[in-house]
């Protein structure tokens, strides 16, 4: 029986791959260990089979002893770890969801309803190494797959609005402790009809401006606010985060000539769900019900909402999509700068198809693959 080893099960990403890996049930077919790096010993999560007690994630002869390696750690564990796995001769297959790994030539980024013919090319050739996307990159190419499937995109712009969660649980914490720190001071002046709105924005300024505001972890307000830079710079003037849209996008494709793929990412104040404003440069004129249909017909998950108030506000939002495995794809219109210029907005749960659902879905591949 293959015997798989879990790492890193018990945060936001190993969490909901998990309860992603239960809901399907996943855990059959092989045999499961769990490891950790702080409580050896200890409990393993609830997955509805017996299993043995949490083992050492450092532990390289145990972990070798595995046919198939899954962590949600980071990639400061990856870093750390993977080199020695190596060094050992273990030939079997890594699956990772941080970014550690993901250019390296010898790995696939994986998004199986996008580039499962990348993927079955990658077994088929022997590739041990599959890795998990950046969350945008990912949901703007499950939105859009049945355009970039066409061909016809010459290249495009997302501007990203990501929530809290995709900087962690602590930034998400700090967001809502934020939100409190202003609603004690907005609350007493809520409670006078007669207070304008101006003196009630005047004190929020003051509380956002103040040394002692909690701001540990994105180093800047976020609630009542929002913060234009996402990860580290870069020569270009890109931060990393908008360098992965273009290089992660053409990877996880397999183009041959590079779709040209640049934007800023923006941090809001949503707690959970990436969207991203996009403007989409064709080769030519489609006519937009053609366009519409496209992107309709990418796969099981999209979900084409007409570009109408009610529909988006009703199903093109945050507060809708989270917890769901459904990508919808709005306000699609025709742009002024030409009629092969599109324009759209999609919104997905990043902590979903834009990091557990990948994972999920290339270990059942390969679970089916070795079988």
Known sequence: MLRIAFVGWRGMVGSVLMGRMREEDDFKGFEATFFTTSNVGGKGPDVGLDIPPLRDAFDVGLLTSHDIIVTCQGGGYTKDVYPKVLETGWAGYWIDSASALRMD??????????????????????????????????????????????????????????????????????????????????????????????AIDEAITDRLRQGDFPTENFLAPLAGSLIPWIDSAMESGQTREEWKGMVETNKILGTETPIPVDGLCVRVGAMRCHSQGLTIKLAGDIPLDEINGMIAEGNPWVELVPNDRESTLQRLTPA??????????????????????????????????????PIRRILKIIVEHLG
């Open 105 to 198: 030539e010898e790995s696939i980024i994986v998004l199986d309803p996008v580039n499962r013919d990348v993927i079955d090319r990658g077994l088929a050739a022997g590739v041990k190494k599959y890795v998990g996307g950046n969350c945008t990159v990912s949901l703007m190419l499950m939105g859009l797959s049945g355009l970039f499937a066409t061909g016809r995109v010459e290249w495009i712009s997302p501007m990203t609005y990501q929530s809290a969660s995709g900087a962690g649980a602590k930034h998400m914490k700090e967001l809502i402790a934020q939100m409190a720190e202003l609603g004690v001071i907005a609350g007493p002046l809520l409670d006078h009809p007669a207070t304008t709105a101006i």
């Open 320 to 357: 809708a999509v989270n917890g769901t495995l459904t990508v919808p794809v709005g306000r699609v219109h025709k742009m002024l700068m030409g009629p092969e210029y599109v324009a759209a907005f999609t919104v997905g749960d990043q902590l979903l198809w834009g990091a557990a659902e």
